[in-house]
């Protein structure tokens, strides 16, 4: 299987950008997943498991620094005007290891479920500290729009399931493919270009996937990888 896309996403539950090159280090694509905008009030980090909205803003990293790109087009760092947009005070903040940083549903499939405190990952704003970075590839999205599922490399062809537990090579980075990846009301979520909310796709992950769709991997060797880079294994 080969790279077809690469992406990263710098602030929680903003949409993100598209790469040709990507750097992997010990918290996945650099700088993916590395700010939030924060609740004032609540102190927890905001997703769109909670504010489904933020799927229609998007952030970009330019000469180093995070930028959000409101619906409106206007890019800003400005908390004042990133709380007017949103409707509540916020700040965008860098991820840090302060615990808990935002919220979770109880049950992933029921966005009717109490909430509770989530920490997720250390130095990212990743949900689980094993999944650095996701894989998944085009036969197991099939008709799905890849874009739903927010996973850092995709790949041509399919297989990636049977990967978990082994250790591959991406370009010069080595990963260790831990297991598939949970999902939650996330993947329902409408977002920009057309993809309308559609609980349908949770049904189906969950009837024909036991709830998990793409592989969660740690980065076991920092190193670079571009698009058309084959994932190949690590030969002891």
């Known amino acids: 299987m080969r790279v077809t896309e690469l ?56 000469d180093g620094a995070v930028e959000v790109v409101l619906p409106d087009g206007t890019a800003t760092t400005d ?6 947009w949103a409707g509540r005070r916020i700040a965008l903040r860098p991820a840090t ?22 920490e997720g990952a250390s130095g ?3 949900d689980n500290p094993d999944f650095r970075v996701t ?8 008709t799905w729009d ?9 790949l041509d062809g399919e297989g990636e399931d049977a990967l978990a537990g082994t250790r591959q090579q991406l370009g010069t980075a080595v990963l260790d493919l831990v297991e598939p990846v949970p999902r939650c009301v996330m993947v329902t979520r409408p977002q920009p270009g057309g993809i309308g909310r559609d609980n349908g796709v949770l049904k189906t992950i ?31």
Do not use: C, M
């Not at 919220?103 to 405190?117: G, I, K, R, V």
């Open 7 to 62: 992406w990263r996403y710098p602030v929680k539950s903003l949409q993100g950008e598209r790469l040709r090159t990507a750097e992997l280090g010990p918290l996945g694509v650099a700088g993916d997943r590395q700010w939030a905008l924060f609740d004032l009030e609540t102190g927890f980090g905001l997703t769109a498991r909670r504010v489904p909205d933020l799927l229609f803003a998007a952030a970009r990293i330019r």
């Open 79 to 84: 908390d004042a005007v990133l709380s007017d």
């Open 97 to 118: 290891d302060a615990a808990p940083r935002y919220e979770n549903l109880d049950d992933a499939f029921d966005e009717s479920s109490p909430w509770h405190a989530w």
């Open 124 to 126: 990212a704003l990743h």
């Open 135 to 142: 894989l998944v590839s085009t036969g197991t999205l099939g």
């Open 146 to 154: 890849r874009r739903r599922f927010r996973a850092n490399v995709v």
């Open 206 to 236: 969950h009837r024909e996937r036991d709830g998990l769709l793409a592989v969660g991997a740690g980065v076991l060797r920092p190193g670079t990888v571009a698009v058309g880079d084959e994932l190949q294994p690590v030969v002891d």
